[in-house]
């Protein structure tokens, strides 16, 4: 692939914005500097910098974001800012995009990308892929509670009953509860549904793709090829 155009596709700018970094000498392949703007570059495994930053080619960028809380999962936020603008601005330039959303005040593992295919295969109501999420209570939790959530609640506006996946109680005001739908505020009117409340919501894995501990909230990292197997997604 020609180099200016590379640089285009990852979001650097226009052909043209792109042409006069390579020429600025702002450009490294594989630890060299290239200022030929037309060089034809092997993308395979490749490593290239703009401005000393280093950069892996992807032909999609799909990245795993510690959301932290203030932030909407929106490209046209409306009350608080968007979670992309945690990103660097090629990108946000490339377009990517939250897979779902979570609330304002939601933490936790958050993906992002401009594949549509996985976007696809992880928002789909029939691939019924897991959600697992920690919600801190108002009231303690009881076994009843747990024995509804597991059986189906009905929630406002939805002709039947929707069951969570897993439910346990990990501590007496702290649930983890499992499902495979994405329903508006599905977690918080499961749990109003049982006559308890949700004081703060975080989550922790998807699929079999777990919040890694070393990452901080608002911190980002890309999704690797075994991230990808955890979500059961493989092109």
């Known amino acids: 692939m ?25 450009v490294g392949v594989n630890g060299a500097i290239c200022d030929d703007p037309f060089a034809d570059v092997d993308t395979d495994g490749l490593i290239f910098t703009v401005d000393g930053v280093e950069w892996p080619f992807c032909e999609h ?3 795993l974001l ?5 932030y909407e999962c929106s490209r046209k936020p409306q009350h608080h800012p968007s979670v992309l603008e945690l990103l660097p601005l090629p990108l946000r330039e490339r377009g990517v995009q939250p897979v779902g959303r979570l609330d304002e005040d939601t933490t936790g593992l958050l993906l992002i990308t ?19 999420y920690l919600a801190t209570t108002k009231h303690p939790l009881d076994a009843a509670q747990i024995e509804q959530l597991l059986a189906g609640v009905e929630l406002h506006d939805d002709p039947e009953p929707v069951a969570a996946a897993g439910a346990e109680i990990v501590e007496p005001q702290l649930l ?8 508006y505020h ?6 109003a549904a049982v006559g308890n409340r949700v004081e703060a919501l975080h989550r922790e894995r998807i ?9 901080k909230p ?8 075994v991230d990808l197997e955890k979500l059961g997604y493989s092109r």
């Open 186 to 191: 599905q977690v918080k009117r499961m749990v």
């Open 207 to 215: 699929g079999e793709l777990t919040l890694p501990a070393d990452l």
């Open 176 to 183: 983890r509860l499992t499902i495979t739908e994405g329903k």
């Open 114 to 132: 401009d594949d549509g295919q996985l976007n696809h295969v992880l928002t789909s109501a029939k691939r019924k892929v897991p959600k697992v």
């Open 2 to 26: 020609q180099l200016e155009r590379l640089l285009q596709k990852h979001g650097f700018g226009t052909r043209k914005g792109c042409r006069s970094l390579i020429c600025q000498e702002r």
């Open 61 to 63: 960028a799909s990245l």
């Open 218 to 225: 608002g911190e980002w990292r890309w999704l690797s090829t």
């Open 66 to 70: 510690h959301k932290p809380g203030g």
